[in-house]
């Protein structure tokens, strides 16, 4: 809610330097932003073209003050709307075009998660009845997947929404499947070999199904005992992927996947090189997955804690290649961070791409902007923002908590864009 206490000032008093917000629909506008400081005489040009009587502007965060009052006999005539084909205005209708394009990825995101998902449902229910039909029902979707990803295209991570992800079950599988996949994309790895990964991570938690319910799915610590029955899910896996039929390396991956390269994993304390690559891979984003979506969802550690955790604290668990590969891969601000940028805005990181990993595309809280119209700006794009700190959800004021509906859990899938000429 805008204060009638902010000062105001007239067009004419404008300068570089001065920290102003513009209260007009976005669309009304050519900036990126409705508040901003202005760098440019050009950027004072356009303000003044917009025919706002007064305007409001922070004194806190300008450098200089206003500009006094002109002469009301030097004043220029009231200016008019800017033109069509004003430059400014000419990049906001592509900068819209964009959106209105990222808007339509999305959906189609939204479609493919739903229907993994319920293709990952039908998989766990057919494990004991029909196993080899599972694990061909398997093959046919993450080979889909892979298809896809290996097109000459750049492959973006997408956050996708709450409602979109469903059963916390079958979004965990999907999650580290396709995280596994982009990250074994980035290792060059060939289209047979992403099959075998995206396979073993799909299928990673299958000897989970065989343990009780209050193990497998038990919110608090698990006490010794408990914790020696979990332990056990790796084992259980091999004997139900033995009667799917599955390959050697699927097969290596469910046995291993709670293993470390330093040994201190289980249930045989493998190291490195005991542990094929493909086995490696699924290790970290399983940990990862698992820190953003544990079972109890207050325990949630945010994508860029997580990414900082294995980093800071856990990194000899895992092969420094893989993990590097990996952290460039989400991004150091991964999809699902809510973020503070430098001129001020808060704003959740929705994708990122590895090719820019310092420059996310977020979706910024604007009260200006209805919510289901929020302004999704790609960093990139903008050489003067950057993202000066990350936040917890909770550090969030309600309203801003509100507009941004940080995840409960982090759901991800993936975009491709096949690079311009």
Sequence with gaps: MVSDKEPRISPDQLCIGMYVHLDL????????????????????????ALGIQALRYDPERSDVEPLPMPDQRARSHPPATPAADDPMMLAKRARLERMAARQAKIQACERALVSSGHAVKSITQSLFAKPKQAYAEAGELIGGIADTMLVDADVAIQLMADKVGGEDVYVHSLNVAILSMILGRELKAPAPTLKLIGLGALLHDIGKSELPERVARKAGALTPAEMHVFETHPAKGVDIARNMGVAPEVRAIIEQHHEHVDGSGYPRKLTGTQMSLLTRIVCLVNAYDNLCNPVDPKQALTPHEALSLIYGQRRSHFDATVLTTFVRSVGI????????????????????????????????????????GAIVVDLEQEPDVTVASTLRPQQLPAAVFDYLSPRKRTTYHFSTETPGP
């Design 25 to 48: 629909p976005w669309t009304s506008h050519p900036f990126t932003f409705s508040s901003f400081k202005i760098k440019t005489l050009y950027q004072v040009a356009a303000i003044q």
């Design 333 to 372: 601000y991964p999809p699902g961070t809510v973020v503070a940028l430098s001129n001020g805005t808060m704003g959740m990181v929705v994708s990122v791409n590895s090719s820019r990993p310092l420059k996310p595309t977020v979706l910024v809280y604007d009260p200006a902007v209805p919510k289901e």
